[in-house]
């Protein structure tokens, strides 16, 4: 079965300063990939997917992902953060379309001024 | 175009009590999944209706969790008898059946607490 690890549970970083959010999974083939964001009070909301193609993939709010095959790895990234980009982030994995998807344990993320 | 919206909230209940939850997807999205989030541990997967058939429903934790999809549009997800395991987020989501997006609309999910 397939399985998700984010290995940082809390992040603290400057405003200003770059992110980077660690994910690797586990599956036999190319998964579906997506990184999900949760504000407080909110619903899960999606940054970006790669389904196949360039491994490098743009999301909104400014956030990128590497797709790196060998590593079995989907990094999240920012170049610069903003306070407001303070929030509970989301790895997940899907083995075909319209199937379940499976999460890892997520990773909170704190700004400092 | 309206989210996926869930109600409650939030819901308190004691131990052996019922409690229903509603879900509803965004219109003309056939795909409906319930999603749960124990606190500390990953978001889990506990059933897929398409239109109103359930797909796959291999995460359901037991028996005492019910799910329906009335004429395939809101789902209901009721847990009757609550135990204290039960407390925890749960979350709906939607999606289309078009293969050119398998994304999943997320609601912001009702926190269910058994005490």
């Known amino acids: 079965a397939q399985s998700v690890t984010q290995p940082d549970i809390h992040i603290t970083v400057s405003e200003g300063a770059s992110l980077e959010l660690r994910c690797n999974y586990s599956y036999g083939a190319t998964p579906y990939l997506f990184w999900y964001v949760q504000s407080p009070g909110q619903g899960l909301q999606l940054l970006l997917k790669y389904f196949s193609g360039d491994t490098l993939v743009q999301g909104i709010k400014g956030f990128e992902a590497e797709f790196k095959r060998s590593q079995s790895s989907f990094n999240l990234r920012k170049p610069s953060v903003h306070w407001s980009d303070a929030a509970e982030y989301f790895c997940?994995?899907?083995?075909?379309?319209?199937?379940?998807?499976?999460f890892g344990t997520g990773t909170r993320l704190l700004v400092s001024p | 175009e309206a989210g996926v919206t869930q109600f409650p909230s939030h819901s308190v209940i004691e131990k052996g009590q019922t409690v229903t939850l509603r879900c509803d997807p965004i219109s003309g999205h056939d795909n409906l999944y319930w999603y749960r989030r124990v606190m500390g541990k990953e978001i889990k997967f506990l059933l897929h209706f398409v239109k109103e058939s359930k797909q796959d429903e291999s995460g359901m934790p037991n028996n005492r969790f019910l799910a329906e999809r009335t004429g395939g549009t809101y789902s209901t997800l009721k847990v009757q008898p609550a135990e204290l395991e039960d407390s925890g987020v749960y979350f709906c989501a939607s999606s289309q059946t078009d293969v050119s997006s398998y994304e999943q609309y997320f609601g912001p999910g009702t926190r269910l607490t058994v005490t």
């Open positions: 997940a994995v899907q083995t075909t379309g319209f199937q379940k998807l499976v």
